[in-house]
């Protein structure tokens, strides 16, 4: 248990303190030696100098105040010791127009080129709140103007709010990675006239890498439940977005903006838009979207896909299903914005596309798309993964190299399976065939079934070499990998684990991959 001393202390750059407890404010560097900092008062970290911040430290604020920093900062923290960045009282947080309730973040503004990067990992901000004035009213736990040196990895923010744009982080003119974080419950606008955009992150003009983050639960009252990018050129892959809401793009969106990368990899799932856009706003946009899931999204008007204002995006190798509203999948506003699909999945069709840039306005091109229930497994850790009865499995682009996608799905697998991409953010690779088997099942000579100490399986001679068998126990995990080396269709199972185990009874599912086919097979011990 850690003992707290309230002390008052002056920090001097490079002195270590034993102390449980330190009280600080005004210009500062060096190294926070103590369990909790008390802020009481606003912070700097003057150019040039550096503030290192050691793992399991308490950062509490006492009131409204705030970190400038022109110089730079070093938190890192560890997995189960956590740097934790929160305010001491937060009884009023949810007043917009007063900073009571909150602390005041932490900012980066027009630092020198030569400054290295400011690097935060495992860390919690919580209860960051921009508010009071217009030059602090965005970017709840942080904000960044003209400075591109910003690291963020592993970090959680919670509940932090902006007055106007970026509930938890603000980025204008600026460049920072956002990796391996959760954004849970952070909020931006207010009650008035102007929309807050960015519930999570809002992007201007600005090139941010945001990669394998979670978004839940975060809303604005404008466009971008979860994230905005308006003017912006991101890198935006391997991100699950569930449960946000906004007025426009219940989960994500995109404004005036042509990303040099595709938009790729990302799961968008049961958020929410008061009018349109539940999955995804884009206004006057020229983005590319690859293996995008959008599914179970609800809005008025459009609860997958919208876009206004000449937005020409184009997508690829996506999944738009199970969504609601008026034109549930695709809400073109104007004739003058024409999407683009090309080997996607779109319930609907065409014909299911609403709006004035819809039906006999619409002029995007739509090749070799599908219209076919997707057959997502439905549960476990990754319940939108395919189902080896999938139209989606395959069915991508012939050549996906122009798309500069990662080299792995969403759940980590290859990305690109028996040289094909398939639909939609996850690759099927056979884990999912534990609640439904192709007809290549039905070519397997399996015996004995049931079986007590071990099985064999015979494929058709067709088949060619076996090259690798995987055992799945019920819930699709790999619980024992075979190569076989002889060209001989047959093997048996001894009934074992990689341990050499025996399994508990029960049922067991095969995936055999060979040289031309890959076959599924169930078995019970």
């Not at 509490?60 to 956590?82: E, H, K, N, P």
């Not at 905005?228 to 569930?242: A, C, G, R, T």
């Not at 399996?446 to 019920?474: C, R």
């Amino acid at each position: 248990m850690k003992y707290i001393l309230v002390l008052v202390f002056m920090l001097v750059f490079g002195f270590r303190s034993k102390a449980s407890s330190v009280t600080v404010s005004g210009n500062l560097s060096g190294t926070w030696s103590a369990d909790t900092v008390l802020v009481e008062g606003n912070l700097l970290v003057p150019a040039g100098e550096l503030l290192l911040i050691p793992a399991g430290t308490l950062v509490q604020f006492q009131s409204y105040y705030r970190i400038d920093v022109q110089g730079r900062i070093l938190a890192q923290g560890a997995m189960g010791d956590t740097i934790i960045f929160t305010v001491r009282d937060t009884s009023n947080f949810n007043a917009q127009e007063q900073g009571r309730g909150g602390w005041s973040g932490i900012r980066f503004g027009q630092i020198a080129t030569n400054q290295d990067s400011s690097v935060f990992s495992f860390c919690r901000f919580e209860f960051g709140k921009a508010t009071e004035d217009s030059t602090n009213c965005y970017g709840g736990a942080i904000y960044a103007h003209d400075f591109g040196k910003l690291r963020f990895d592993n970090c959680l923010f919670f509940h932090n709010y902006s007055f106007f744009n970026g509930g938890a982080v603000y980025l204008n003119n600026s460049g920072a990675r956002i990796e391996k974080c959760s954004f849970v419950s952070n909020y931006s606008g207010n009650t008035g006239t102007v929309y807050g955009y960015g519930g999570g992150i809002c992007s201007m003009n600005s090139a941010p890498i945001v990669r394998n983050n979670q978004f839940y639960k975060n809303s604005s009252t404008g466009v971008g439940g979860a994230v905005s990018f308006d003017n912006s050129d991101p890198v935006f892959e391997n991100n699950i977005m569930q449960l946000n809401y906004s007025a426009l793009g219940g989960a994500l969106g995109i404004l005036r903006s042509t990303p040099a990368q595709a938009l790729s990899n990302n799961l968008i799932t049961h958020n929410a838009a008061l009018f349109f856009g539940g999955g995804i706003c884009c206004i006057r946009s020229f983005p590319v979207f690859s293996n995008i899931t959008i599914s179970n999204n609800d809005a008025a008007y459009a609860g997958g896909f919208y876009c206004n204002d000449s937005a020409a995006p184009s997508m690829y190798n996506s999944i738009i299903w199970g969504n609601t509203g008026f034109g549930s999948s695709v809400y073109i506003w104007d004739v003058f914005s024409a999407p683009n699909f090309y080997y996607c999945d779109i319930e609907g069709d065409t014909t299911g596309f609403e709006g004035s840039g819809a039906h006999q306005g619409y002029h995007g091109q739509y090749q070799y798309n599908l219209n076919e229930n997707p057959d997502f497994i439905g549960s476990g850790l990754f319940p939108f993964q395919l189902l080896a009865s999938s139209a989606c499995i395959d069915a991508g682009t012939p050549d996906a190299n122009f798309l500069n996608l990662p080299n792995v799905d969403l759940a980590g697998a290859q990305r690109i399976e028996n040289s094909r991409i398939d639909l939609g953010a996850y690759e099927f690779n056979g884990t999912t065939a534990i609640k439904h088997f192709n007809k290549e099942s039905e070519s397997l000579e399996i015996y004995p079934n049931p079986f007590k100490q071990s099985v064999t399986v015979v494929l058709p001679v067709s088949a060619g070499p076996t090259t690798e068998i995987v055992i799945l126990d019920m819930q699709g995990n790999p619980i024992r990998k075979m190569v076989l080396e002889t060209k001989e269709p047959t093997f048996t199972w001894n009934g074992c684990n990689e341990a050499n185990v025996p399994v508990a009874k029960g049922v067991y599912f095969l995936l055999i991959k060979t040289n031309s086919k890959t076959y599924f097979g169930k078995v019970i011990k």
